[in-house]
């Protein structure tokens, strides 16, 4: 029912509802300091994607027919936007690199430049977040690995990262590639994996402090790296269980094992996902 909805419309509208409701809610319960983190991480990692294209193929005013649909007061305006695009025959990755990125180059230039308040800002970013999560499941993928693999990372300035080590030396013992990142910056955790095109990314963090760390991360992922499952685990799980939800993770986990049984099943998710498109 709902593969046939998205066919149909070219984009997954349960999905973009979810995921819009869920991030509002998200930024409800964080200070505003956080909430401008997150706009500017959605804007960042878009218009950052922009530059993967080799060349510019639209005019700035197709980007902002779609800018003034993503602020209108129609909910809906911006995702039937790109809904029509989809239906129209337009690569995923196409909108993704070109009208999204583009969109978010416009609106932070707009932001910057006080033609739009901060208010806007945040509608516009998301629901440009809500329309990128509800297409994450079109991305093309690839299945060129042998080898089980993820990346596990422990959010930054967490100091207790003895337990991500445990878990990487444990799951490598079980035959996992895991490449383990701790002790980096957001901007440098966001560019190793970016590069990586890991389909797995395990994230740890020790407390309930580490909410907007995590937060600005799990966004910043998600947009550099649509087409990847992010698992989250450690004492932030029991510590902020109900933020954590709306944060949209792939998995929740609280123990080794419980580990395991998820990403072995979001792994062969995943691969029979590329074998399916090939």
């Given at each position: 029912m709902g593969n046939r909805k998205q066919s149909a419309t070219g984009l997954d509208e349960r999905r973009y509802i979810k995921s819009q409701s869920?991030?509002?809610t998200l930024k409800s319960r964080l200070p505003d300091r956080a909430v401008e983190q997150l706009a500017?991480?959605?804007?960042?990692r878009l218009a950052d994607r922009e530059q993967d294209l080799p060349?510019?193929?639209?005019?700035?005013?197709?980007?902002?027919?779609?800018?003034?649909?993503?602020?209108?007061?129609d909910d809906r305006a911006g995702a039937k936007y790109i809904a029509d695009l989809r239906v129209d025959g337009a690569?995923?990755?196409?909108?993704?690199?070109?009208?999204?990125?583009?969109?978010?180059?416009?609106?932070?230039?707009?932001?910057?430049?006080?033609?739009?308040?901060?208010?806007?800002t945040a509608l516009g970013t998301t629901r440009m977040y809500a329309i990128m999560r509800a297409l994450r499941y079109e991305f093309p993928l690839t299945d060129d690995s042998t080898v089980r693999?993820?990346?596990?990372?422990?959010?930054?300035?967490?100091?207790?990262v003895l337990g991500v080590r445990m878990a990487a030396d444990l799951f490598r013992k079980d035959g996992w590639d895991i490449d383990l990142l701790v002790d980096q910056s957001h901007d440098e955790l966001?560019?190793?994996i970016k590069t990586s095109n890991t389909l797995l990314i395990g994230v740890s963090a020790s407390g309930a402090n580490a909410i907007e760390p995590l937060s600005k991360l799990v966004v910043a992922l998600r947009v550099s790296n649509p087409k990847a499952h992010i698992i989250?685990?450690?004492?932030?799980?029991?510590?902020?269980?109900?933020?954590?939800?709306?944060?949209?993770?792939?998995?929740?986990?609280?123990?080794?094992?419980?580990?395991?049984?998820?990403?072995t099943a979001l792994w062969d998710d995943a691969t029979r996902a590329a074998r399916d498109q090939t």
């Open positions: 869920e991030l509002r500017r991480e959605v804007i960042l060349v510019q193929s639209l005019h700035d005013e197709d980007i902002e027919e779609l800018c003034h649909a993503l602020l209108s007061k690569a995923t990755e196409a909108v993704y690199l070109t009208y999204l990125a583009g969109a978010a180059r416009m609106l932070g230039t707009w932001w910057e430049t006080d033609k739009i308040p901060f208010t806007a693999s993820a990346v596990f990372v422990a959010v930054p300035g967490e100091t207790h966001v560019a190793n989250v685990s450690g004492n932030i799980v029991d510590a902020a269980k109900e933020a954590i939800d709306l944060l949209g993770a792939d998995a929740v986990v609280n123990s080794v094992e419980d580990a395991r049984q998820a990403m």
